[in-house]
């Protein structure tokens, strides 16, 4: 779950890491009075969960409120990446003497987070890491300890090695402070990732985070409901994703003529990838995870009004759920509604014969094999 900028500043700000002044704006209007408020140089940047904005040309530097609402007009309702503009965050301009960049990731190679550091801010890690890995550190993290005091200022010093010698202790100690705070709320918000990227230092002896962000692990969306928000999707679609995981199901939309419904993600993955090499297209990704008679009767009513489905592929591979009670399930969909579709079930498993004798009592024959199932349905659609 990736979070806007703003929402990534507000938790930096709670936690003690100082962000710039800056307020929400939906409108032109709204964004004149922000920055007649600020009353300063202003800096405009719309909220899009795909970064790289100011390569498109999508940040914005204002010196008054009318050059402002100028160039909100032109921002609003623009698309990038996809993703529509609606909401821009007005920022004060902040001056900086330096940039520096900090990030935590998920080492899954090695199941633990690790911490990030560079002198260099303001630009691409992916990029300096291929051309200059000398400005970067990297530094694994137990879990079960946590970023140390003398770890974090380890990094502090090598992240702000360019720091002027003028008052460098407090600047260091300022910036273990940020780094142990930074990391705590990698923890508690069961990050995958977090970025501060620029921190900028200021004049004064103080650092400002310039942007952020923060991609929560999907499977701990229930710790953080407060967080779990329509994001650059349709309020429809959003709320049918939400109905979908209440269930335990995974759902994506493809665009290809062949439904897809099985159980366990590994398997549904081996099925798209066998539709794929047999010149097949795939129409969704749908696993149901544990499947019970009305799951499986709910699941087909997800592709009854489907427009793109020619065919709908079940794989039903019972170990503690049942053939029979699955099948039952199927039966009650065929009987309570037209089915718009030819349905293929690949049925092996817990009480498969009683299954199979379900099926073929309302005219489908069950398929043993995984990759003849595949062969029949692509057959269906040609």
């Known amino acids: 779950m990736k979070l806007y900028e703003y929402e990534a500043k507000n938790i930096f700000k709670d936690a003690g890491i100082p962000v710039p002044l800056s307020t929400l704006a939906t409108s032109p209007e709204q964004v004149h009075d922000i920055v007649k408020e600020l009353n300063g140089p202003a800096v405009l940047k719309p909220q899009t969960l795909t970064k790289q904005r100011g390569k498109a040309g999508l940040i914005g530097f204002a010196d008054s409120p009318k050059e402002?609402?100028?160039?909100s007009l032109a921002l609003f309702g623009k698309r990038h990446e996809g993703e529509r503009i609606d909401t821009i965050l007005v920022e004060e301009n902040v001056k900086v003497a330096g940039e520096l960049f900090v990030g935590i990731a998920v080492d899954y190679a090695k199941d633990q987070p690790v911490i990030l550091g560079s002198p260099n801010g303001g630009v691409e890690i992916e990029t300096l890491a291929l051309e200059k890995l000398d400005l970067i550190r990297k530094m694994p993290i137990r879990v079960s300890r946590g970023l140390g005091e003398e770890e974090a200022l380890a990094l502090a010093k090598f992240v702000g090695k360019h720091i002027s010698e003028t008052h460098k202790e407090e600047w260091l100690a300022k910036l273990q402070r940020i780094l142990l705070s930074f990391y705590e709320i990698f923890?508690?918000?069961?990050?995958?990732?977090?970025?501060?990227?620029?921190?900028?230092?200021?004049?004064?002896f103080s650092f400002v985070a310039l942007d952020g962000a923060m991609v929560i692990d999907d499977e701990a969306q229930f710790r953080h409901p407060e967080l779990v928000r329509c994001r650059a999707q349709t309020e429809e679609s959003f709320k049918q994703e939400q109905a979908y995981k209440d269930k335990g199901w995974t759902y994506i939309q493809m665009e290809g003529d062949i439904g897809?419904?099985?159980?366990?993600?590994?398997?549904?993955?081996?099925?798209?990838?066998?539709?794929?090499?047999?010149?097949?297209?795939?129409?969704?990704f749908l696993d149901t995870a544990q499947m019970n008679r009305q799951g499986i009767f709910d699941a087909f009513q997800i592709f009854h009004n489907s427009k793109s489905i020619k065919v709908l592929l079940v794989n039903i591979f019972a170990g503690l759920n049942r053939c029979d009670e699955l099948a039952e399930g199927i039966k009650d969909y065929v009987s309570a509604y037209q089915a718009p579709f030819p349905i293929v079930v690949r049925m092996v498993g817990n009480r498969e014969k009683e299954g199979r004798a379900i099926l073929e009592g309302i005219g489908i024959t069950p398929i043993s094999g995984l990759e003849e199932s595949v062969d029949r349905a692509i057959a269906m659609v040609r």
């Open 68 to 71: 402002a609402v100028r160039l």
């Open 260 to 284: 897809v419904l099985s159980s366990g993600a590994g398997i549904t993955m081996a099925i798209l990838d066998l539709i794929n090499l047999r010149g097949g297209r795939a129409a969704n």
């Open 187 to 204: 923890r508690s918000y069961d990050c995958e990732l977090a970025e501060i990227n620029p921190l900028g230092l200021r004049n004064d």
